[in-house]
Structures are given as structure tokens and as C-alpha cells.
């Protein structure tokens, strides 16, 4: 009799499978329109049904709140079925895990399939265009020669790596910032346009057109080289803040338990998207890099789960706590 129940199950799973996708997808982002997860997620998305075929469709939907932990929750709780599936980023599947007092009722690593990986993204120092300093050595010896708390910085949430990113800053430069949050890299960005904060770490995919625009200055970048997009700006750590290296990075995780022929399905979607020399640009443009190594369930699965650990000392180092 269990033979036959699992013979019965398995049946039902590979129809699903073979039907799959059979309605519009759902690729859920926890930010609202215009921050960096947003504006990933709009560039993959048509691709990605392109690449699944059956005429699928692939539509962005904004689950906003809690630096991305609402829409994880939720997330966890979706039918396995590859019709709901969620672009994540190192905010809601590492340092919430580690900051929220008390935990996040999901497991970032254990509660998910996991699809693939888009690609890393720095963060990027900018500040309001009335700063008195230009270059990155003059703005960083601005924020460490002022006494504590003169400078404020915006962010999209508190959190969120953009939260982190400026409390790594403070502790490099022995000082404190004043933390001023806002609900998405949007309006943070506007933010500091506007001058109610003096500057910020942005996800340079939320920031990248802003600077070109010149609706704020950017003045270095977060990673261990310069970005090929921005050339010019140097990493901070070039600028006078050895070893500091932090980036973002973007992940298509769906509900656990999902079939495997469907995680192969999106996974292959996704990589025949990232393969393609014109969508790639535009991530670039937009100041993500994609992917470029080996990227099957498995190893989106283990990088995830070595960006957690790293990121929970991180956010030791910094104390940084979020309350429920």
C-alpha cells in the first residue's frame, strides 16, 4: 500500500512538473517599486518566462516591509508549486536572521528551495550635493573628524544592509552617525537629495541612475575592487578605510519542498537569462553583476548559506538589533 500511495505521489509530481508553468508566475520582491531587489527583479523578469516557454509570464510583485522579512515569512508559507517564487537579498536572508531579537520565524537556509543566484552588488557612500567635501579621502575625514552624531545617514529600513553598511563606517572611523530610516531605497535616496540626511550607503542598483543624474554624489564604493560601471569611484577602502569589503547580493528562492523537476526548470530559465550578453549589460548598468560561476540549486544553496555566517558576524561586530 505505501508503495502504491508513493508510486500515486510521485505520479501527481511529475504531472505538475510537465505542466509547469500553466498561470502567470509570481516573482515576489520585499521592497517596495524602485529599490535595488525591485528594479533586479523588472530586468529578469520578462527573460525568465522567455526561457521557461509555454508562453509563461513572469510578473513582479512588491511585498513591502521589515527589511524583507514579511514577504520571506510569507514566502515559506506559498504551495511548492513554482508559481510563487521570491528574489531575496542579504537583508532579509542574513541579517535579520542574526539581528531580530528573538529570530525570524523561518530558517533563511533550511525553510527554502533554493533556485539560483542572480549576482553581487556593491554598496555605494553618496552624499547630498551641498557636502563640503568632493573627494572620498575629504568626505571620510569629514565623518571622522566631526564630533560624534554631527552626520546623518538615511536608510531603507533598519536592517537592512544599508543600515549595516554606515554602522561598519562608524566603528572604521571611531565615530557615530545619526540613523534616520525610511521604507525604501527610493525614498531614501530622495532623502538625501532633499538634505534630511547627509548621506547614506546605498545598493548601488537602487543608486546608479541617481548619481548619473546627478541627484546625489557618489563618492566610493564597498567592495574589494573598483565597479566597472563607475570606474572612477574608488573602493572605500582605497580611500582611507582598510579591509572594508561588504557587498549585497540578489537569490530566487521558492517555498520549501518544491518538486525537482520545477527547481530545474526556473533554475535553467535563470541561467539561460543570465547567459545573455544584453541582459547581463543591463544588470551591470543597473550595478549588479551577474553570476558567473557554476549556479544549480546546490550551489545557490551553499553560498547562502556561507553569506549568513559571514554576515552574522557582521552584524555581532556592529551590535545592530532589530525589534519585532
Given at each position: ?8 505521489l ?18 515576489v ?11 533586479a527583479?523588472?530586468?529578469l ?20 516591509g ?12 506559498q ?16 541579517i535579520?536572521p542574526?539581528?531580530?531579537?528573538g ?6 537556509v533550511?525553510?527554502f528551495?533554493h ?8 554598496l ?9 567635501a ?18 546623518t ?10 543600515h ?10 571611531k565615530?557615530?552617525?545619526v ?5 525604501s ?10 538634505g ?11 543608486a ?31 580611500a582611507?578605510?582598510p ?9 530566487i ?34 550595478g ?23 554576515f ?13
Open positions: 500500500m505505501r508503495r502504491l500511495l508513493l508510486a500515486a510521485l505520479s501527481v509530481a511529475a504531472s505538475a512538473a510537465e505542466a509547469f508553468p500553466d498561470r502567470p508566475i509570481s516573482l520582491t520585499g521592497y517596495a517599486p524602485g529599490g535595488s531587489t525591485d528594479i527583479a523588472r530586468i523578469a520578462d527573460r525568465l518566462g522567455v526561457h521557461l516557454g509555454r508562453d509563461a509570464r513572469v510578473v513582479v510583485e512588491n511585498r513591502p521589515a527589511a524583507g522579512i514579511i514577504a520571506s515569512e510569507w514566502l515559506k508559507r504551495a511548492p508549486d513554482g508559481h510563487t517564487i521570491m528574489l531575496v537579498e542579504s537583508s532579509s536572508h542574513a535579520a542574526a539581528a531580530l531579537v529570530g525570524t520565524r523561518y530558517n533563511p533550511e525553510d528551495s533556485l539560483g543566484i542572480i549576482g553581487t552588488a556593491p555605494i557612500l553618496v552624499v547630498n550635493k551641498d557636502f563640503p568632493t573627494t572620498a579621502p575629504e568626505v571620510l575625514d569629514r565623518l571622522r573628524s566631526a564630533p560624534p552624531e554631527t552626520y545617514y538615511a536608510t531603507s529600513g533598519v536592517g537592512a544592509v544599508v549595516l553598511a554606515p554602522e561598519m563606517l562608524a566603528l572604521d572611523l565615530t557615530r552617525f540613523h534616520v530610516p525610511y521604507r531605497g527610493g525614498q531614501m535616496l530622495t532623502a538625501i537629495f532633499q534630511e540626511g547627509q548621506f547614506g550607503i546605498a545598493v548601488l542598483a537602487s546608479a541612475q541617481q548619481v548619473r543624474d546627478g541627484m546625489v554624489r557618489g563618492i566610493a564604493v564597498s567592495g574589494n575592487r573598483r565597479f566597472p560601471s563607475f570606474p572612477e569611484l574608488p573602493t572605500l577602502a582605497e582611507g578605510v579591509g572594508y569589503d561588504l557587498v549585497t547580493w540578489n537569490l528562492l521558492g517555498p520549501p519542498n518544491m518538486p525537482a523537476a520545477v527547481q530545474e526548470a526556473l533554475n535553467k530559465a535563470l541561467v539561460a537569462a543570465l547567459a545573455e550578453p544584453a541582459l547581463r549589460q543591463r544588470l551591470l548598468t543597473a549588479v553583476e551577474a553570476w558567473a560561476e557554476p549556479n544549480g540549486p546546490a550551489e545557490a544553496r551553499a553560498f547562502l548559506t556561507r553569506e549568513v555566517a559571514k552574522r558576524t557582521v552584524v555581532e561586530r556592529t551590535g545592530v538589533k532589530l525589534e519585532p
